[in-house]
């Protein structure tokens, strides 16, 4: 009954909004950039210190990109063509920067600092090249970097744990390994602080406003060009965004279609967005339709086979006349933990895109900023 319930609410979520007959494919992956769990040393330093980084694949395997997961991505998608003759193209939503560490420790945890990505791929000699693969990608029509945030955590709700949470001596053990991501120590919740743009009092606000901006300034910086797509990670945004998203040059954003979203002082507000949606300031909307997350465990156990999951997304999407934008995250493609993580994830990539071009050799594969573009046109 469950299944059936599922496959009606997928067919009915994708009724409203914008549609075309063409068979449009899109692929967008979260948290490029972030730090995450440092090396392998730190992820069995933490779970012996009773960090529960066993518990989702995000605190098991996933570190920062290397040059290698880069290289290896970019491989595979250069093997397959469309029917224009286009690879199948990522849309990275990249994080600007992480905190650091060291600072804040050397201050006891008092205050917060951030870390531009620049100086943190210096500590990392086995992703020295990672900002000069993401322009080579951009290059390529492979791989296209949008805007996901300036750093993955929310920084007062960090530092609050880090300062007086009872179960702060486990994450400040996280810090002083240069990771971050686990939500519980020795069976101590922690609340959610990957939410970086979800603030808690209504006076947190303006504070995220200048966190855009500063997002906005690096990814310029990095790319050469401003960003046009955006996402939030891990929680939603406030409404008050839009126009900083707005400022940096963001015309795109990736929603959820319904979306419940923070007022602040506790409020919430809701709202439907559909694809080809226009907010106030002429921003156009863009909703995930598939989910492909291939090394993921924990709450997607009942999914046995994600190639046969995400390919029943497609053609429900294809049926409505939708395009297909599957969300598939980084932590299925790096391989610094884990190098089996990372064959496992391309792997099943490689047999997803094998069966879509089998299944539907009509199908173009564009970026996020590519389908924006053609809705709007």
Not at 277 to 298: H, K, M, S, W, Y
Request: hydrophobic fraction near 35%; charged fraction near 30%; proline fraction near 5%.
């Amino acid at each position: 009954m469950g299944g059936i319930k599922e496959n009606l609410r997928r067919n009915i979520s994708n009724i409203p909004g914008w549609r075309t007959n063409r068979k449009i494919l899109v692929i967008e992956s979260d948290d490029w950039g972030s730090v995450r769990i440092r090396d392998k040393a730190a992820y069995t330093a933490l779970k012996n210190k009773g960090l529960n980084v066993d518990s989702i694949h995000y605190d098991s395997v996933e570190s920062l990109e290397s040059n290698e997961d880069l290289e290896m991505l970019f491989d595979l998608l250069q093997s397959f063509k469309d029917k224009n003759g286009k690879h199948p193209v990522f849309t990275p939503m990249c994080i600007m920067g992480n905190p650091d560490f060291e600072k804040i420790k050397a201050i006891d945890y008092q205050q917060y600092y951030f870390q531009p990505l620049h100086e943190t791929l210096k500590e990392f000699p086995n992703s020295n090249r990672v900002l000069e693969l993401w322009k080579k990608g951009f290059e390529q029509n492979i791989f296209v970097p949008e805007i996901h945030g300036r750093e993955h955590f929310n920084v007062r709700r960090y530092m609050k744990i880090l300062h007086s949470h009872e179960g702060k001596e486990g994450l400040r053990y996280a810090l002083e390994h240069h990771s971050a991501g686990p939500s519980a120590y020795k069976g101590i919740d922690y609340p959610n602080y990957l939410g970086a743009l979800h603030p808690e009092p209504k006076d947190e606000i303006p504070e995220l406003h200048r966190h855009v901006l500063e997002a906005g300034k690096l990814f310029k910086e990095y790319m050469g060009y401003q960003p046009r797509v955006f996402i939030a990670p891990n929680a939603e945004e406030p409404k008050e965004l839009e126009s900083s998203l707005n400022e940096i040059g963001v015309k795109y954003l990736t929603r959820s279609k319904k979306r419940i979203y923070p007022l602040g002082d506790g409020q919430f507000a809701k709202e439907w967005n559909f694809v080809g949606q226009r907010n106030e300031l002429d921003q156009t909307i863009l909703n995930r339709n598939a989910f492909f997350e291939p090394v993921c465990f924990g709450e997607h156990e009942h999914i046995t086979d994600w190639v046969e999951s995400c390919s029943k997304e497609i053609e429900t999407a294809f049926r409505w006349k939708k395009p297909a934008v599957i969300s598939s995250h980084r932590v299925n493609y790096v391989g610094s933990i884990s190098p089996e993580n990372r064959e496992k994830g391309l792997k099943e990539l490689k047999r997803l895109l094998t069966q879509v071009l089998k299944k539907w050799p009509e199908v173009e594969f564009m970026s996020s900023y590519e389908l924006g573009q053609v809705i709007r046109s």
